[in-house]
C-alpha cells in the first residue's frame, strides 16, 4: 500500500517516562532496579492501544519508512512538562504499536514537537508522520 502521510492523534495528557522513574526491588533476586511508574507505564499502553486502533491493520510500519514525525502536544493546564521528554514517550509508543518501525535515524529522518497551548475540555497530541523519499534502507 502506498500511503505518503499519516495523521494520529492521543487524546489526553502525555506522561512523560523519563520523569516518572521509580526504584522497585526484584522479588526473585533482592537487587534494587529503575522502573517507569505505573501511571506512566498505564499511558503508554494506552497511546499504543489508542495508535493500533486508528490504523486498525490498514498497513505495515515499513510503508512509511523512512519518515519525519511533527507533533503538537496541548496541555490540560499551565502546569511545566519537558516536550522532548513528552516527544519520547510518544516515539516510543509509534514504536511499539508498530506505527513506525524504529525512532533511529536510520528510519526517522526528522522529528519536531511544538507546544499547541492549553486546551482544558481536550488535552492531547497531534501526530504527522510524513514518509520520506526513498533513500535509505530501513532496519
Known amino acids: 500500500m502506498m500511503i505518503s502521510q499519516l495523521q494520529l492523534n492521543y487524546k489526553g495528557v502525555v506522561i ?3 520523569n516518572s522513574k521509580i526504584i ?3 522479588r526473585r533476586t533482592g537487587r534494587n532496579y529503575i522502573t517507569s511508574n505505573d501511571a506512566a507505564k498505564r499511558n503508554e499502553a494506552d497511546m499504543i492501544w489508542s495508535f493500533k486502533e486508528q490504523l486498525a491493520g490498514a498497513f505495515t510500519a515499513e510503508d512509511l519508512c523512512p519518515c519525519s ?6 496541555e490540560p493546564d499551565a502546569h511545566r512538562r519537558d516536550l522532548d521528554n513528552q516527544l519520547t514517550s510518544i516515539l516510543d509508543a509509534l514504536v511499539r504499536a508498530g506505527v513506525i518501525t524504529d ?8 522529528v519536531s514537537v511544538r507546544y499547541g497551548g492549553i486546551d ?7 501526530i504527522v508522520i510524513t514518509k520520506e523519499s526513498e533513500g535509505a534502507i530501513c532496519q
Open 69 to 74: 514525525v511533527a507533533v503538537t502536544i496541548y
Open 16 to 18: 512523560s517516562k523519563k
Open 24 to 26: 522497585r526491588k526484584d
Open 103 to 110: 525512532d533511529s535515524n536510520a528510519n526517522v529522518y526528522g
Open 120 to 126: 482544558r475540555e481536550n488535552p492531547r497530541a497531534d
